[in-house]
């Protein structure tokens, strides 16, 4: 017993209890060139849809589980993929626009994960913050996690987030004009 009191004994014994443990967290960087989110928006006379690119993505693994993730979203990449020519360049202008997203000002938006539930063997429920335009709010998906690769698929409620064109939450008598508040994200990630 006198020789745990010694300082340099404790430490030899905590070196050497260290060296034998697995450490069993791995952070995994997500691959943001082969990596895509796919948006879709909903109006009352169709739909629109598009790309948005990831700045930065990680995904925290602990014994081969899935317990965090964390990511940045490049606003000012939003492109519109069914449209092309004049329609094309306009739609993604305005969507740029402080209409909707306010890219000069918020240029990136951010998910991070804040609870993470096993579902089953590969599947998921992610509890996440969500900040568009400096305004967060949470947000539940499913995930499923493959290999080096993972989906999810997440609606969005674009008017907890001040994004107001178009929308009956903020403005009535719209009719065929309106479009509706929840978009969604289907995103295909590679790490």
Known sequence: MKNLKNPLVFMLIAFATLSFTTITKEVKKVNTKES???????KVTG????????????????KDKLVGGEFIINMTSIAVTDLSG?????????????????????????????????????????????????????????????????????????????????STSFFDGLKDKAIYDEFDLVVDLVF
């Not at 895509?36 to 909903?42: A, E, F, N, P």
């Not at 739909?47 to 602990?62: D, M, P």
């Not at 918020?106 to 609870?115: G, I, R, Y």
């Open 36 to 42: 895509k989110v796919v948006w879709k928006g909903y």
């Open 47 to 62: 739909s629109h849809e598009g790309t948005v690119s990831l700045q930065s993505g990680i995904l925290n693994f602990e």
């Open 86 to 166: 004049e329609y094309q360049k306009k739609l993604e202008g305005h969507l740029k626009s402080d209409d909707f997203f306010g890219v000069n000002n918020h240029p990136t938006s951010t998910l991070v994960f804040t609870k993470v539930k096993a579902k089953g063997k590969n599947s998921y429920e992610v509890t996440a913050d969500l900040t568009i335009k400096n305004k967060t709010n949470p947000v539940t998906f499913e995930i499923s996690v493959y290999g080096k690769k993972a989906t999810a698929s997440l609606k969005v409620d674009r008017a907890k987030y001040d994004v107001k064109y178009g």
